[in-house]
């Protein structure tokens, strides 16, 4: 049975920035939960970010620019981030890896988890296209990747792969 890899804060995990979650209710995601299928990752608290944090947004560019080194994540008020960013995205990796996971579910517009859209770094609100770090490391090594909008492209995803 194909497994996928699904942010935390949307499983309802209090693992946010701000300490809260981002929890989804819907009947497919119940689904998988049931069949088991399910393997959840926040990649910031992976990296041994706390719960609250400060909010951090990419400086410029997007998750492909920090993997290589052209541009950086950075808290609210300047503190460089960009280690362990790298860091939760390479614990997400390993996970995939771990469960032969082709698919995923990350919240979108985190720095981290965003999949088409994020914040643009000036912390306004204003959000850009583009990838987080996690979601950009995924891509990299072939993994699908969806936001919590897709859910249902996601499933058909799976089941194109053979359940
Ligand atoms: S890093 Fe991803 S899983 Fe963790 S809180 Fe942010 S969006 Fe959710």
Redesign the pocket.
């Known amino acids: 049975m194909e497994k996928l890899l699904v942010?935390?804060?949307?499983l309802g995990?209090r693992?946010?920035?701000d300490g809260g979650?981002?929890a989804l209710t819907d009947q497919i995601v119940e689904r998988w939960l049931s069949d088991g299928r399910i393997v959840s990752?926040?990649?910031?608290?992976e990296a041994g970010m706390s719960i609250p944090r400060k909010p951090a947004e990419i400086v410029a560019g997007d998750g492909e620019k920090v993997l290589s080194g052209e541009t950086m994540v950075a808290e609210k008020g300047g503190v460089e981030v960009t280690d362990e960013f790298i860091t939760?995205a390479q614990v997400a990796l390993e996970l995939c890896q771990r469960f032969h996971i082709k698919v995923a579910v990350?919240?979108e517009?985190?720095?981290?988890?965003?999949s088409s859209a994020i914040y643009d770094g000036s912390f306004s609100g204003k959000k850009v296209p583009g990838m987080?770090v996690?979601a950009a490391l995924l891509r990299r090594h072939g993994v699908r990747v969806f936001s919590q909008y897709e859910v249902a492209a996601a499933d058909e995803m799976i089941r194109s792969l053979g359940e």
């Open positions: 942010s935390a804060c949307l995990k693992v946010r920035y979650s981002l990752v926040c990649p910031e608290v939760g990350l919240a517009f985190s720095p981290s988890c965003g987080g996690t």
